[in-house]
């Protein structure tokens, strides 16, 4: 075991090392080479690997996930940069149409992954706070994670990387250097499998199902409820949002009969509706009180911090949330 | 530009083009605008510095003349997208420092009242139309501004600026191709300013001059030293002229650059050395002017001295204003989604009292 890295520092070091281990992998998008990134993730590589594998692109999304594409058809594996996770839009042509398509239409799959830094509340404004997955959760032929511990950001990237289909790879830029989280990591290489929830914390009465910077809310939420009401609550992070894990999200529900899904987008049309319906269709008979969804307002983020923290999902709600359900 | 011809000392320095039908009071203006532009960009430096703004803060250091003096060329009627260096085209049309400051505190006074930061506004009645962040979105719009008023037979042309590296995006040619089709009186603006965030312009685009696009268009280019603000106004001014007339679109390539960083962290350690101080000591916009004025006998030093103490008088007033304004109340985050009388605010669920 080394020393303790923060979220930013475990994804770096899955890349270096999938870098090291498989020549094919290469790095393209705005700004990555000699200036790193705008968050600095791949500050040095270029010096390491070289520019041939660390690619400064000119401002164009759709073709660097088009060149992504076509260069996992011939046997590469890139690994792309939105330098915010907002301008994915400029990518969607690509990404829905063709990376998550062709290897339904017999034309090769596409071994890529496509991430960036992601979510709200650091006052980036309605352009650079985005939550992008449900955009992408009704297009079939995408697969997409979103890690809340160094731990899994590393396993998961290097999972990314590994996987035979596309990855959309997403990375809450509030935890890249949250101290709170930083952990240690193992010397030994390991992945963390593509389609598997985490138990983030053990309970019995109630379950949070949550990914992403919403794991700490919930924790927190759980943490309160415990000392005031006496609750033990479950906390389920996702880890993935494509393919859902269904075992982990029903064996959840069967265990505490109680459930709140939580997560940072908009509530309407958010990963919740999908992850309630399955719970609504699977196990129905194991719920004790209507499945609770919370989310962001249905708004754009706004900038004003007042705004924002009005606009995010709160502790308090959650907990407010979690009383209701105990007392149904 | 070649750059080592750039960062040749010049064999005298760098005034402003003389062939010129500006007035007196026009470069009055035209200096005051300038003169804002930059003290305007170092109060909000200083503002993020006492982290009294929370989002990010773009400068247009040495590349004030060109959003200035193209801007200038246009009427009242005429519509403009400025982008984050373009903060000197807001000023021309009429748009106050206090709303931009409101908006880049966060203040419920901010023409978007709190809900995006910048001068990501727009004041329709000014003829101004901010931008978002997702670069070349505002080509399109500005030719549809236009189509609009083709269709309504209104006599306006519109100047949509875009810095090089936003050329290179998809909504980009598709706006500058649909303008160009329909014979639209837009005017792009290219800020050729060296770099976009770290990418220098030669990783931007392979042709020599982004001026040579206009070809590919089928539009009309020029190509203007974007730090003389002289002859950014007269060549705005020419093709402001062409598009009224029904020619139809024009790109023009304004060369210029930038001399901070691509916001304010960054530390520029890779812009070579000795480029930054060449552009600051030989070619900064508003010494240039002041060359010219004085030279031209057109301004005392003591003179251009009194409008910039007036400036910045000005600018401290204003900022004063966006400052003692109230922020947003949290709840009108849920408001003008959509129009209210037709649909609910969204605000949040109450989950103890439902
Ligand atoms: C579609 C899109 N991709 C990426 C970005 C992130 N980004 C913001 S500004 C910028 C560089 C802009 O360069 P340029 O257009 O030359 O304008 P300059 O900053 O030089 O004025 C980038 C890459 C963005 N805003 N929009």
């Known amino acids: 075991m080394g020393k303790e890295v923060t979220l930013l520092e475990a994804i770096r070091q899955g890349l270096w090392e999938e870098m090291k281990r498989d020549e094919s992998v290469f790095i393209i998008g705005e700004d990555v080479g000699i200036y790193g990134g705008a968050f600095k993730l791949t500050e040095g590589f270029i010096d390491e690997f070289g520019p041939e594998r660390v690619i400064d692109t000119p401002i164009s999304e759709a073709a660097i996930v088009g060149v992504a594409c076509g260069a996992a058809l011939m046997g590469m594996k890139p690994v792309a940069e939105f330098q915010f996770i907002d301008f994915i839009s400029c990518g969607f042509d690509m990404l829905t149409n063709y990376a998550a398509k062709s290897r339904y239409r017999g034309c090769g799959a596409i071994s890529a992954v496509f991430r960036g830094p992601c979510g709200s509340g650091v006052r980036g404004g309605p352009f650079h706070s985005l939550n992008a997955e449900s955009f992408f959760l009704n297009t079939a032929g995408l697969k997409m994670v979103e890690p809340s511990t160094p731990y899994d950001a590393k396993g998961l990237i290097k999972a990314a990387i590994r996987d035979p289909d596309p990855v959309l790879f997403f990375e809450h830029k509030k935890l890249y250097r949250l101290p709170r989280i930083k952990q240690e990591l193992p010397e030994e290489d390991y992945i963390v499998p593509i389609g598997k929830a985490r138990i983030a914390r053990e309970g019995k009465d109630l379950s949070i199902i949550t990914f992403g910077a919403q794991v700490l809310n919930a924790l927190d939420a759980a943490e309160i409820l415990e000392k005031e009401d006496g609750l033990q609550v479950e906390v389920l992070d996702l880890r993935t949002l494509a393919p859902l894990d269904k075992p982990a999200i029903l064996d959840t529900v069967k265990k505490t009969n109680r459930v709140i899904i939580l997560h940072e987008a908009s509530v309407t049309g958010g990963i919740g509706g999908e992850i309630a319906a399955i719970i609504a269709e699977e196990a129905f008979e194991w719920l004790d009180a209507p499945i609770l969804r919370i989310g962001s307002i249905d708004t754009p983020v706004p900038f004003a911090p007042q705004l924002e923290d009005y606009y995010l999902p709160s502790i308090g709600e959650v907990v407010e949330a979690a009383r209701r359900l105990a007392n149904y | ?354």
């Open chain 2, 1 to 354: 530009m070649n750059l080592s011809v750039r960062l040749k000392k010049p064999e005298k320095p760098l005034s402003c083009t003389k062939e010129t039908s500006l007035k007196k009071e026009d470069f009055a203006k035209l200096y005051r605008f300038l003169k804002i532009t930059r003290m305007f960009d170092e109060i909000t430096v200083r503002l993020k510095r006492q982290a009294k703004i929370t989002g990010g803060v773009f400068s247009s250091l040495g590349q004030e003349a060109t959003a200035v003096g193209t801007c200038y060329a246009l009427e009242e009627r005429d519509f403009i997208a400025p982008l984050i260096r373009d903060i000197g085209a807001c000023f021309v049309k009429g748009i106050l420092p206090r709303e931009i400051f409101a908006s880049y505190l966060g203040r419920a006074t901010s023409p978007n009242r709190g809900t995006d930061l910048q001068f990501h506004f727009a004041d329709l009645k000014k003829g101004f139309i901010g931008p978002i962040s997702h670069l070349g979105d505002m080509v399109s719009v500005m030719a549809g501004v236009l189509l609009a008023s083709k269709m309504r037979r209104e006599d306006r042309v519109a100047i949509a600026y875009v810095g090089e590296g936003a050329t290179s995006t998809g909504a980009f040619h598709e706006g500058i191709n649909f303008a160009a089709v329909q014979k639209l009186p837009l005017i792009v603006v290219v800020e050729n300013n060296g770099y976009a965030y770290s990418t220098p312009t030669h990783k931007q685009c392979a042709a020599k001059h982004f001026v040579d696009k206009a070809v590919g268009y089928g539009i009309l280019g020029l190509q203007v030293d974007g730090n003389d603000v002289v002859a950014c106004y007269e060549t705005a001014k020419k093709a402001v002229e062409y598009a009224r007339s029904g020619n139809g679109s024009v790109l023009i390539e304004a060369i210029t650059y930038r001399r901070k960083g691509h916001a304010e962290h960054d530390n520029q350690s890779y812009v070579p050395p000795g480029e930054i101080e060449w552009w600051a000591e030989h070619n900064d916009p508003i010494k240039r002017f002041e060359l010219f004025l004085t030279e031209e006998n057109i301004f005392s030093k003591e003179e251009l001295l009194q409008i910039e103490k007036d400036v910045a008088e000005y600018l401290e007033e204003e900022l004063t204003i966006a400052e003692s304004a109230p922020s947003p109340e949290p709840i009108t985050a849920a408001y003008d989604v959509f129009d209210n009388s037709i649909v609910p605010p969204a605000f949040k669920k109450k989950f103890l009292e439902s």
